[in-house]
């Protein structure tokens, strides 16, 4: 059986018979989307994109996962608390 990639990430053939990573889907279930929202990504914190463990990915805005990449840095800056903790 042949593995599927999509964009070089391990994937599987998603019930539309469309290519789907498993990190996404994987992101999808931890954090609760149906599908992840265009502004947000799945990254793999230790850089391997075959560990798609619930504790290897984290969800992302992708101006931070860009900065990530570019500096090699998964440094958090500042993290605000969300709605839902403020109330």
Known sequence: MKKLKKWDYPA???KDK???TIHSRMGEKK?????IPKDLVIHHIDGDKNNNQYYNI????RKDHKR???TK???IKSV??????KD
């Open 31 to 35: 954090y609760g989307y149906d599908k």
């Open 18 to 20: 469309k290519k789907k």
């Open 73 to 75: 840095s998964l440094i």
């Open 12 to 14: 599987y053939e998603a």
């Open 68 to 70: 990530i990449h570019l």
């Open 58 to 61: 984290i969800l992302l805005h």
């Open 80 to 85: 605000q608390p969300s709605k839902e903790e």
